[in-house]
């Protein structure tokens, strides 16, 4: 094993901006200097750029990319959710996917996987709370009233969770449920938020409808997936709305990207037809929150269904560029701003002292995001993958 050497690329995307005729030195699975006298060590050079190591902020590892992936969950024995959640896995670091956020798994089954050597960074939240019968149903998070839901957000403080998802509205995924519809009463919402914070956990909310981003928002909340803004006559959101959650410096996973044709499920289905609205339109409302300064991130949703398999974050981000979001704020999304928001002091940044989990393209995302579906080379921790 070579522990030390470097990295010689055309260019270097830091996480924030990019850099030409920049060696980076690797020592000991961390990041050791940036340019300066080059020692007599192995060299990697590349015509290509390198980039941190991304970070997928919206993944199910428990979901295995099929039709139906969600729905098998609370059939699976533990040893067939570790199949999955490892196969999830390294199909995340094949494509350059050094760490990832779990939102929603079964009986916590993803935080035993974190820590293990040669597999991407986990930051998990266990099973999301959701009501009785409410979207995700299936993982197991069910809970109503004040007692269980102080019970639930103490249950996942005691797992050792790292943050606290809950399902503020109803998801195309789970039949039965609505998609423009709050899930629980703001005061029941807020108590999730304060019992959370207490505990020293942020929360992030599932928000499809524009009901329940308000109310998200109204709650105190951290995080907003999705943030879709659905509305009976469509995908509606107000200056104002983008403006609060602006002001409250609430972070956005706005959950892009698809690979292939994307297959709505009925309910999602219906209200696209309905409202005329297609997926895509998405991409102009996500547009609008970055211009009204909300802090985003990505994360792809992978897992869930053909549409969303593990490994597909060059399509999300591909989709903010598509929006008229900068390239190096749409990387930055995936790395250093990630990392900043899931709690990865060492991570998302090529930085002296920094964790050596890189990603080696080829082509310059710069100005053809899609090179960034082309990785030649992956470390983590210095190890070539």
Not at 3 to 26: K, M
Not at 86 to 93: D, P
Not at 136 to 154: F, H, I, K, Q, Y
């Amino acid at each position: 094993m070579v522990n030390t050497f470097v990295i010689h690329a055309a260019q270097v995307f830091d996480g924030e901006r990019t850099h030409r005729d920049l060696p980076v030195l690797v020592k000991d699975g961390v990041i050791e200097r940036l340019g300066g006298p080059v020692p007599d060590w192995p060299v990697v050079a590349s015509p290509g750029t390198l980039l941190p190591g991304l970070i997928d902020m919206h993944t199910h590892l428990c979901g295995d990319g099929g039709f139906g992936a969600l729905d098998r969950l609370a059939d699976y024995t533990e040893d067939e959710l570790d199949e999955v959640i490892e196969r999830a896995l390294r199909a995340q670091l094949a494509a350059g996917v050094t760490s990832v956020r779990d939102l929603g798994d079964r009986r916590y089954a993803t935080l035993r996987w974190r820590g293990r050597p040669g597999l991407p960074t986990i930051v998990a939240a266990g099973p999301p709370i959701t009501s009785a019968g409410g979207h995700c149903w299936n993982m197991g998070g069910e809970a109503s009233g004040p007692d269980e839901l102080r019970a639930a957000v103490a249950e996942r403080a005691e797992r050792g969770v790292d943050i606290v998802k809950v399902m503020a509205s109803g998801g195309g995924m789970t039949p039965g449920t609505d998609i423009l519809a709050c899930q629980f009463t703001l005061d029941e919402l807020r108590l999730i938020v304060e019992e959370a914070h207490a505990a020293g956990l942020p929360v992030t909310a599932h928000a499809h409808g524009t009901p329940s981003v308000e109310q998200a928002v109204a709650a105190g909340v951290d995080g907003i997936e999705h943030c879709s803004c659905f509305t009976p006559e469509g995908i509606r959101m107000s200056d104002e709305l983008a403006a609060a959650i602006a002001a409250r410096g609430i972070t956005v996973c706005p959950t892009l990207g698809a690979i292939g044709e994307l297959t709505p499920p009925p309910a999602l289905r219906e209200f696209l037809e309905r409202t005329g609205s297609t997926i895509r339109d998405r991409i102009g409302q996500v547009a609008r929150l970055a211009q009204a300064g909300v802090r985003l991130v990505s994360g792809a949703d992978s897992g869930i269904s053909p549409a969303k398999p593990h490994g597909m974050m060059a399509a999300s981000v591909e989709w903010l560029v598509d929006g008229g979001i900068a390239a190096e704020a749409a990387l930055a999304s995936v790395t250093s701003v990630a990392a900043e928001v899931a709690g990865l002091d060492r991570k998302g940044r090529i930085r002296p002292g920094f964790d050596a989990d890189l990603l080696l393209v080829d082509g310059d995302p710069l100005t053809d995001i899609t090179a960034l579906a082309r990785p030649a080379k992956v470390w983590l921790a210095g190890t070539a993958r």
